[in-house]
Nanobody
Framework: QVQLVESGGGLVTAGGSLRLSCAAS????????MGWFRQAPGKEREFVAS????????RYGDSVKGRFTISRDSVKNTVYLQMNNLKPEDTAVYYC????????????WGQGTLVTVSA
């Protein structure tokens, strides 16, 4: 069974950086697309970033382009989200997710990690 466990959230001042980690287990992920989403209080879930596990095109939400970077370490089976120049509006619970390459929707979700950016 595929399992995703996020870590790395916390409190940071605006302009600062954080790196989130998503430890993936349960199978090989070569045919998966990995993604990060976030949900702020009272708002809908928002796409942040995604990439095929095997490498290739990375996609980013408009609000994070140029500031966030998704990457993965295939040895550690971990996906990262490097977040730079954080803004108060980046405050949210961040979720790691996975889907097969052929699936339309993300099928597996982590429990989330809270990121709070103070002004």
């Amino acid at each position: 069974q595929v399992q995703l466990v996020e870590s790395g959230g916390g409190l940071v001042t605006a302009g600062g950086s954080l790196r989130l980690s998503c430890a993936a287990s349960g199978r090989t992920f070569s045919s998966y697309v990995m993604g990060w989403f976030r949900q702020a209080p009272g708002k809908e879930r928002e796409f942040v970033a995604s990439m095929p596990w095997g490498g290739g095109s990375r996609r980013y939400g408009d609000s994070v382009k140029g500031r966030f970077t998704i990457s993965r370490d295939s040895v550690k089976n971990t996906v990262y989200l490097q977040m730079n120049n954080l803004k108060p509006e980046d405050t949210a619970v961040y979720y790691c997710a996975a889907r097969t390459v052929v699936a339309g929707d993300f099928q597996v979700w982590g429990q989330g990690t809270l990121v709070t950016v103070s002004a």
